[in-house]
Structure formats: structure tokens, C-alpha cells
T-cell receptor, first 112, second 112 residues
Framework: DQQVKQNSPSLSVQEGRISILNCDYT??????FLWYKKYPAEGPTFLIS?????DKNEDGRFTVFLNKSAKHLSLHIVPSQPGDSAVYFC???????????FGQGTTLQVKP | KAGVTQTPRYLIKTRGQQVTLSCSPI?????VSWYQQTPGQGLQFLFE???????NKGNFPGRFSGRQFSNSRSEMNVSTLELGDSALYLCASSRSPGETQYFGPGTRLLVL
């Protein structure tokens, strides 16, 4: 049972344009969501998070949107840069726990 | 502030052997979680430790075990290694359960 799904395995955008990465979840008990960026053979790097009491959180070029009724979150990167090329994972957790459930990842390629 | 460190970075073992992986969390972080990443299954939660107590365990066989020490450092052990245990093992730390997790670089285990 895949509780967190990233339905797009890959995404390609031009430098300077917006990148939108999507994530859907099925467990309505999830109350904390995170996005991580990962390069091959390295650990994930934390990007941005959002609590279920919010619907938007911004940090520089990164914005995460949460639509609880649709059980959907998205990560917007504006403007996209070639250094953003990596695999992006969304993750979710329930309550006061250190158990993260990850999506399968989306490979983002930003072309110069 | 130093990040999460994991040792060793690379390991080659043969089937039937056992292995111990080590994780040192960020200074001041008391919660440690472990994850396994494989091409087929993605990032999967193994276990979570806080104050030397296992709080959560993922859906892995009993061959996978772990512990946490009083200085918050953690180890995980895999006994009777199988070919399918070949993976990137990631450790993440947070100040307390439910807070943002920061990942180490991982230990790449190859079982021959």
C-alpha cells in the first residue's frame, strides 16, 4: 500500500522557468510533510516542510502548497536553476513520530 | 555544526555474514531514524530511536536490529545477510521525534 505517491517519475524544465513537483497521499492522519532533494549515493537534503495546519510555506525559491481536501501537496521552484537537477522526494509523518513515509521520487532535470 | 555522520561509507560482505553500521547524530539531536533505499522499494523506514528506546519499527525481518546509546549515537545490525540486503542505509537525526529529520550520507552495503 503506497501511502505517498509521486506519479511523475521525471520532469524536465528550462532554466529560469517554474518547476512543479507533485505528491499525493492517502493517509488522512498525516500531519507533517517534507520535501527532500537527493543526489545519487548521497543522503537526502532537507528542503522545506509544511504542517497540516498551513496550506502554504515559502523559503526563498521554494514554496510548498498543501491541499488537505485533495490529499495533495506540491513543490514549486522558481526560478529553476541547473543545480536544482536531482531526485526530489516528498515524505509524510503522523504525529510525534520519527517515521517518515516517502514517495518514490521525481527526477528533475533543469536544462540551461 | 557538523552534520550526521555514518560509518563506514562503503561495505562489501558475503551472504550469511553480519554487519554493523554506525550513526552519529547532529550535536543536540536525540532522535535517530534509519532507512533503507533500494531501486525497487525506494526509501523505507527501518526503525526510530529516542532516549535509547526503540519507538517505531518498520516492516523488516528480525535480522534487522538496532540500538541507541546514551550519547544518542546509534548502530544498526543486520545478521545472516542476504543478497537482497544490498542497499544504501541512511540514518537521520532530529532534535526530538516529529521534528525535521536531517540525513547522513549513508552506508552503501553490497552483499555478494
Amino acid at each position: 500500500d503506497q501511502q505517498v505517491k509521486q506519479n511523475s517519475p521525471s520532469l524536465s524544465v528550462q532554466e529560469g522557468r517554474i518547476s512543479i513537483l507533485n505528491c499525493d497521499y492517502t493517509n488522512s492522519m498525516f500531519d507533517y510533510f517534507l520535501w527532500y532533494k537527493k543526489y545519487p549515493a548521497e543522503g537526502p537534503t532537507f528542503l522545506i516542510s509544511i504542517s497540516s495546519i498551513k496550506d502554504k510555506n515559502e523559503d526563498g525559491r521554494f514554496t510548498v502548497f498543501l491541499n488537505k481536501s485533495a490529499k495533495h501537496l506540491s513543490l514549486h521552484i522558481v526560478p529553476s536553476q541547473p543545480g536544482d537537477s536531482a531526485v526530489y522526494f516528498c515524505a509524510a509523518s503522523v504525529g510525534n513520530t520519527g517515521k517518515l513515509i516517502f514517495g518514490q521520487g521525481t527526477t528533475l532535470q533543469v536544462k540551461p | 555544526k557538523a552534520g550526521v555522520t555514518q560509518t563506514p561509507r562503503y561495505l562489501i560482505k558475503t551472504r550469511g555474514q553480519q554487519v554493523t553500521l554506525s550513526c552519529s547524530p547532529i550535536s543536540g539531536h536525540r532522535s535517530v531514524s534509519w532507512y533503507q533505499q533500494t531501486p525497487g522499494q525506494g526509501l523505507q523506514f527501518l526503525f526510530e530511536y529516542f532516549s535509547e528506546t526503540q519507538r517505531n519499527k518498520g516492516n523488516f525481518p528480525g535480522r534487522f536490529s538496532g540500538r541507541q546509546f546514551s550519547n544518542s549515537r546509534s548502530e544498526m545490525n543486520v545478521s545472516t545477510l542476504e543478497l537482497g540486503d544490498s542497499a544504501l542505509y541512511l540514518c537521520a537525526s532530529s532534535r526530538s521525534p516529529g521534528e525535521t529529520q536531517y540525513f547522513g550520507p549513508g552506508t552503501r552495503l553490497l552483499v555478494l
